[in-house]
């Protein structure tokens, strides 16, 4: 197809700084991707700047959307060929259900390809909240009850971690370039993993929070510098082991009284009870994490 033909002669036609400006794209990436990945093909004037139509914007933007998904750079053009959904519809009856259970047991057969399939679908079909809602937060508590004690329970929790920690983390990338809200501190608790951390992570991101995830618990004394370091609006503590609940109200409210930003608890462990806390200023977020980010929302706001 011609120019001429993508770009009508009385469209309106923007320079390249101006699409960086709109879509927060620098004008190095633009490039790379027009060059490199023949994602986009602006015109070009007789001196060879570029110009893009209405059209190449949006094209960006739909490029953006994949890129957050986790879908590698290499593999958009492909996509972008796809018809675009325009609305999806919801899960037939039981649909959810077939898709845990497939969840549940590409990861017992460690199939990262029948994973990340899952993982990527869901994404583009739905959004962040319902994928956590419906799929991933009911998926992660069944796996926490099959792993206790079994045989190769290790092996698969490291296998998911790792595989969550990849493409959770590219979408974090991403999504704190162009994030205009308020960072969000989330630290697992001493002795658990970061799943439940990775999925609050992905919850605060789609919120418009700046995430500044850690993979691995801090000294109980270092997190009031990592607060200030990373110049934190607040601290949410992960974690997927409700018997850490001991460790939290010996710990818990000692650093919430050192703490000038609010200090909230999520995942499993947060079913303990606000009255076994001696201490105010702790929030006892729960495990739904579309509820805990509209909470926390509420908390950095009045912060």
Same mark, same amino acid.
């Given at each position: ?9 009385d469209a309106?036609?923007y ?10 794209v620098?004008?190095v990436?633009?490039r !790379?991707?027009?060059?490199? +990945?023949?994602? =986009? ?15 190449? =914007?949006a094209?960006v933007?739909r490029?953006?959307?994949? *890129?957050?998904?986790? /879908? $590698?750079?290499?593999q958009?053009?492909e996509l972008?060929? @796809? &018809?675009?959904?325009?609305?999806? $519809?919801?899960?037939? !009856?039981g %649909?959810?259900?077939s898709?845990?259970?497939?969840l =549940?047991?590409?990861?017992?057969a460690?199939?990262l390809?029948?994973l990340e399939a899952l993982f990527? @679908? #869901?994404? !583009?079909? +739905? $959004?962040? #909240?319902?994928? *956590?809602d419906e799929?991933?937060q &009911?998926v992660?508590r ?17 296998t998911l971690?790792a595989?969550?920690r ?6 974090? +990338? ?11 501190l989330? /630290? &697992?608790?001493?002795? %658990?993993g970061p799943?439940?951390?990775l *999925?609050?992570?992905l919850? #605060? ?6 995430v500044?995830?850690l993979? !691995?618990?801090?000294?109980?004394q270092?997190? $009031? ?6 110049h934190?609006?607040?601290l949410?503590l ?9 460790? /939290?109200?010996? @710990?818990?409210?000692?650093l919430a ?8 608890l ?5 079913r303990?009870r606000?009255?076994?806390l ?6 006892l977020?729960g495990?739904?994490l579309s ?7 509420s908390l950095?706001?009045a912060?």
């Amino acid at each position: 197809m011609s120019d001429q033909a993508n770009h009508p002669a009385d469209a309106p036609l923007y320079p390249i700084r101006e699409v960086s400006r709109l879509t927060g794209v620098n004008a190095v990436t633009l490039r !790379a991707w027009e060059r490199r +990945y023949g994602l =986009i093909q602006p015109k070009r004037t007789p001196k060879g700047h570029r110009l893009y139509a209405k059209d190449d =914007i949006a094209r960006v933007e739909r490029i953006l959307q994949w *890129l957050n998904r986790g /879908v $590698p750079v290499s593999q958009v053009r492909e996509l972008l060929e @796809q &018809p675009e959904i325009v609305e999806a $519809p919801p899960p037939a !009856a039981g %649909d959810w259900g077939s898709q845990r259970q497939q969840l =549940i047991k590409a990861v017992e057969a460690l199939d990262l390809e029948r994973l990340e399939a899952l993982f990527n @679908q #869901a994404l !583009a079909l +739905y $959004p962040v #909240a319902t994928c *956590l809602d419906e799929l991933w937060q &009911p998926v992660l508590r069944e796996l926490e009850e099959r792993w206790d004690d079994r045989l190769g329970a290790d092996l698969q929790r490291r296998t998911l971690e790792a595989f969550l920690r990849t493409r959770i983390g590219t979408r974090l +990338y991403h999504a704190n370039a162009r994030a205009g809200g308020s960072t969000l501190l989330i /630290v &697992p608790l001493p002795d %658990d993993g970061p799943l439940w951390g990775l *999925l609050a992570a992905l919850a #605060a991101a789609d919120r418009g929070y700046r995430v500044q995830w850690l993979d !691995a618990a801090l000294p109980p004394q270092e997190l $009031p510098l990592a607060v200030e370091r990373f110049h934190a609006s607040a601290l949410l503590l992960a974690s997927g082991r409700a018997e850490r609940a001991d460790l /939290v109200r010996r @710990q818990l409210p000692r650093l919430a009284e050192q703490l000038e930003v609010p200090v909230a608890l999520c995942g499993p462990v947060a079913r303990i009870r606000a009255a076994d806390l001696d201490a105010s200023g702790v929030e006892l977020l729960g495990d739904d994490l579309s509820h805990a980010m509209t909470r926390l929302h509420s908390l950095t706001q009045a912060a």
